[in-house]
T-cell receptor, first 115, second 108 residues
Framework: DTEVTQTPKHLVMGMTNKKSLKCEQH?????MYWYKQKAKKPPELMFV???????INESVPSRFSPECPNSSLLNLHLHALQPEDSALYLC??????????????FGNGTRLTVT | AQRVTQPEKLLSVFKGAPVELKCNYS??????LFWYVQYSRQRLQLLLR??SRESIKGFTADLNKGETSFHLKKPFAQEEDSAMYYC??????????FGGGTRVLVKP
């Protein structure tokens, strides 16, 4: 399996809801990432996990809470979001963060709409 | 801090014509540079990386440290090359920073 799988594909949530985005990979990669992509903009890094530990948090608001329960899974818990948080959320994985030349494998993303 | 600049938002070329996508970067360390591509309704995927020095789908890119550039070139564009192209720089912690992207449209 050489893919990163993200669920759900689409999500609509109210500002008071709690929801979670899920990401899974079975390539044996030990680094996993969350990116946020607004329309017609490049992806922006949110979080990096290395060996299931949070390695980078790009000053993301606390209403976004990442979790890496094991080496294959990455979650993003959402609570009290704002309409401006509506975007495409991309998950990615790579072999190891120590290898800067190691390419990222991206999922198809979850398109989130906050109403 | 690292920064990647792609000056062209849109490049429109005719099939068979050469195409060059510009990418400039700023980074104090030794950069690892990539080109990623996103075809219509497909996921973002790696096209090539400078460390491999390879040609993928006829595309090549040369790292020029003096000019801090990593331009992507293809001598003869094909219609299937129409896509969104992102230049990206990887820093410590494999923190990947993307340029703004260039949309390539290859006309028949």
């Amino acid at each position: 399996d050489t893919e990163v799988t993200q669920t759900p594909k689409h999500l609509v949530m109210g500002m008071t809801n709690k929801k979670s985005l899920k990401c899974e990979q079975h390539m044996g990669h030990r680094a996993m990432y969350w990116y946020k992509q607004k329309a017609k903009k490049p992806p922006e890094l949110m979080f990096v996990y290395s060996y299931e530990k949070l390695s980078i948090n790009e000053s993301v608001p606390s209403r976004f809470s990442p979790e890496c329960p094991n080496s294959s899974l990455l979650n993003l818990h959402l609570h009290a979001l704002q309409p401006e948080d509506s975007a495409l959320y991309l998950c990615a994985s790579s072999q190891d963060i120590k290898q800067a030349y190691s390419p990222l494998h991206f999922g198809n993303g979850t398109r989130l709409t906050v109403t | 801090a690292q920064r990647v600049t792609q000056p062209e938002k849109l490049l429109s070329v005719f099939k068979g014509a050469p195409v060059e996508l510009k990418c400039n970067y700023s980074y104090s360390g030794s950069p690892e540079l990539f080109w990623y591509v996103q075809y219509s309704r497909q996921r973002l995927q790696l096209l090539l990386r400078h460390i491999s020095r390879e040609s993928i789908k006829g595309f090549t890119a040369d790292l020029n440290k003096g000019e801090t550039s990593f331009h992507l070139k293809k001598p003869f564009a094909q219609e299937e090359d129409s896509a969104m192209y992102y230049c990206a720089l990887s820093a410590a912690g494999n923190k990947l920073t993307f340029g703004g992207g260039t949309r390539v449209l290859v006309k028949p």
